[in-house]
């Protein structure tokens, strides 16, 4: 019963990869960066990081804006200072309505800001006499300047930039990580096609082996041990197959899963290798330095620290802030003498703040942020390093990686040679089950052992291609198609 169910399932899995979809490892990175989440999560860094610098550059334009109160009624009793400057309750029953006009534009050279400003005020008082009171500013020009030691504007337009570049480049390194991720994955699976497919053949090679030894055993030709060790042979054969099956499944859901497939049932081809390319140290850190986000981040994260100090000292000590008017205003009990005989309005204050004994707090901070500023430069410098390491090792590894690959795959057609001479060897009874056994694990193990260099070639490939943003089979620096932002 159990051989008739285990030939039910080596049909079934005919038959499955029969109907299977089958995916080339190129074809599956290319639908991984379109559909994995990973992906999804990529675009919506990039458009983060899009829309924050258009917010950037629309925050240095001239910004309209409309304010009005349409109405505010009021019907309560208020206290109020008296012109003899007492405090006395009075009944206030009145609306009051209000609209007005704002253009406002920074001024990036001196970190203030310039507003021209447009506001017209009803005021409807009821009571005994019902008495009504307009006012107008036509215009009045404002200009405004928190501290005149720190400009916040000048540091955000050398910020911002980098920010946006670094978004950039975020994108591009995402793209190749999902290519990185899927390649781990494709081999995932192809080991356990390959595993499973090494154990259905060797389970099936036992069932013969095991019938010829049953007869050799009949008439006397071998001993009983060699019998009992094909059969636990075949028994080990039969556990392999089952516990294939259940790593083929796993790694199906996950290729499946993350190239957002309608199907498990995947059939993978082994991927070729490369044409052969030579990558010096020198061009592969020349890319990297122009090309990878790191080198824009250590920049980013100086100038944060340097506008950090700059703040400290810009407002720590000394605090001078300016605010300046012009314009013109009316009042009139009616609308139409409104617009008559304007009087001037215009005030100008400078106003300064400065710590003449405070324990030396402004010391301290003064302190605190330049070792900040040390600090980052320190972590920056082994950053720098660790990033030029990476680049240098895995360039030097990439050199060798084709001889490793060679050496496999002459490793495995010798044990699948020698396993196929070794078999006939047992079947003509010249050897014992022993070196058979020998034999077929050697081969087993060269088959994965070639595998696994193949997805060691194909993984440095693509690590390669992520420490550079460059693709060294094209000689072209690696980009992205436009992607749509909403």
Same mark, same amino acid.
């Given at each position: 019963?159990?051989?008739?169910?285990?030939?039910?399932f080596?049909?079934f899995?005919?038959?499955?990869?029969?109907?299977?979809q089958?995916?080339?490892?190129?074809?599956?990175?290319?639908?991984a960066q379109?559909?994995?989440? %990973?992906?999804?999560?990529?675009?919506?860094?990039?458009?983060s990081?899009?829309?924050?610098?258009?917010?950037?550059q629309?925050?240095? @334009?001239?910004?309209l804006?409309?304010?009005?109160? @349409?109405p505010?009624?009021?019907?309560?009793?208020?206290?109020?200072?008296?012109?003899?400057?007492?405090?006395?309750?009075?009944?206030q029953?009145?609306?009051?309505m209000?609209?007005? @006009?704002?253009?406002?534009?920074?001024?990036?050279?001196?970190?203030?800001?310039f507003?021209?400003?447009?506001?017209?005020?009803?005021?409807?008082?009821?009571?005994?006499?019902?008495v009504?009171?307009?006012?107008?500013?036509p215009?009045s020009?404002?200009?405004?300047?928190?501290?005149l030691?720190?400009?916040?504007y000048?540091?955000?337009?050398?910020i911002?930039?980098?920010?946006?570049?670094e978004?950039?480049?975020n994108?591009?390194?995402?793209m190749?990580?999902?290519?990185?991720?899927?390649?781990?994955?494709?081999?995932?699976?192809?080991?356990?096609?390959?595993?499973?497919?090494?154990?259905?053949?060797?389970?099936?090679?036992?069932?013969t082996?095991l019938?010829?030894?049953?007869g050799?055993?009949?008439?006397g030709?071998?001993a009983?041990?060699?019998?009992l060790q094909?059969?636990?042979?075949?028994?080990?054969?039969?556990?392999?197959?089952?516990?294939?099956?259940?790593?083929?499944?796993?790694?199906?859901?996950?290729?499946?899963?993350?190239?957002?497939?309608?199907t498990?049932?995947?059939?993978?081809?082994?991927p %070729?290798?490369?044409?052969?390319f030579?990558v010096?140290?020198?061009?592969a850190?020349?890319?990297?330095?122009?090309?990878r986000?790191?080198?824009?981040?250590f920049r980013?994260r100086?100038?944060?620290a340097?506008?950090?100090?700059a703040?400290? &000292?810009?407002?720590?000590r000394?605090?001078?802030?300016?605010?300046?008017n012009?314009?013109?205003?009316?009042?009139?009990?009616?609308?139409?003498?409104?617009?008559?005989e304007?009087?001037?309005?215009?005030?100008?204050?400078?106003?300064?703040?400065?710590?003449?004994?405070?324990?030396?707090?402004?010391?301290?901070?003064?302190?605190?942020a330049?070792?900040?500023?040390?600090?980052?430069?320190?972590?920056?410098?082994?950053?720098?390093?660790a990033?030029e390491?990476e680049?240098?090792?895995?360039?030097?590894?990439?050199?060798?990686?084709?001889?490793?690959?060679a050496t496999?795959?002459?490793? &495995?057609?010798?044990?699948?040679k020698?396993?196929d001479?070794?078999?006939?060897?047992?079947?003509?009874g010249?050897?014992?089950?022993?070196d058979?056994n020998?034999?077929?694990?050697?081969?087993?193990?060269?088959?994965?052992?070639y595998?696994?260099?193949?997805e &060691?070639?194909?993984?440095?490939?693509?690590?390669?291609?992520?420490?550079?943003?460059?693709?060294?089979?094209?000689?072209?620096?690696?980009?992205?198609?436009?992607?749509?932002?909403?």
């Open positions: 019963m159990r051989t008739i169910l285990f030939f039910l080596l049909i899995h005919v038959f499955s990869y029969g109907q299977s089958k995916i080339k490892l190129i074809e599956a990175i290319k639908i379109k559909k994995s989440p %990973e992906y999804v999560r990529a675009v919506n860094q990039y458009k990081g899009y829309w924050r610098y258009k917010n950037y629309a925050d240095f @334009l001239p910004q804006s409309l304010n009005a109160t @349409l505010a009624y009021t019907n309560s009793i208020t206290r109020i200072t008296n012109d003899e400057g007492q405090d006395i309750f009075v009944n029953n009145q609306s009051v209000d609209a007005g @006009l704002s253009l406002e534009q920074k001024v990036p050279f001196t970190g203030g800001a507003s021209v400003n447009s506001q017209i005020d009803r005021v409807d008082r009821f009571g005994t006499q019902d009504t009171n307009y006012s107008l500013i215009f020009i404002n200009y405004y300047q928190n501290s030691f720190y400009n916040p000048k540091w955000q337009r050398k911002e930039p980098l920010r946006y570049e978004s950039k480049r994108i591009i390194e995402n190749e990580d999902i290519s990185l991720t899927t390649c781990m994955l494709y081999f995932g699976l192809l080991k356990a096609q390959v595993t499973l497919d090494i154990a259905i053949k060797n389970l099936s090679n036992q069932d082996l019938q010829i030894t049953k050799r055993f009949k008439i030709k071998i009983e041990n060699e019998l094909i059969e636990l042979s075949h028994l080990i054969s039969q556990n392999n197959v089952t516990t294939n099956t259940i790593l083929l499944k796993k790694t199906s859901q996950d290729l499946a899963r993350y190239l957002e497939l309608d498990e049932s995947i059939e993978l081809e082994v %070729e290798k490369l044409d052969d030579v010096s140290l020198d061009k850190l020349a890319e990297a330095e122009n090309n986000k790191s080198v824009i981040q980013r100086r100038l944060e340097e506008q950090n100090l703040q400290v &000292k810009g407002t720590n000394l605090q001078v802030n300016l605010r300046a012009f314009g013109l205003n009316r009042r009139s009990e009616e609308y139409a003498t409104l617009f008559q304007y009087d001037q309005q215009q005030n100008v204050a400078l106003s300064i703040r400065a710590p003449i004994f405070d324990w030396g707090v402004t010391k301290s901070k003064r302190k605190m330049e070792a900040d500023l040390s600090l980052v430069e320190n972590d920056i410098e082994q950053d720098k390093q990033f390491q680049i240098f090792l895995h360039t030097l590894n990439w050199s060798s990686q084709r001889d490793f690959l496999s795959e002459k490793a &495995k057609e010798i044990a699948l020698r396993y001479i070794t078999k006939k060897r047992y079947v003509l010249k050897i014992t089950i022993t058979l020998i034999a077929q694990s050697e081969m087993d193990k060269a088959v994965v052992d595998l696994n260099s193949l &060691k070639f194909w993984v440095d490939y693509y690590t390669l291609r992520r420490l550079t943003l460059y693709d060294f089979m094209e000689d072209e620096k690696i980009s992205i198609e436009d992607i749509v932002l909403d």
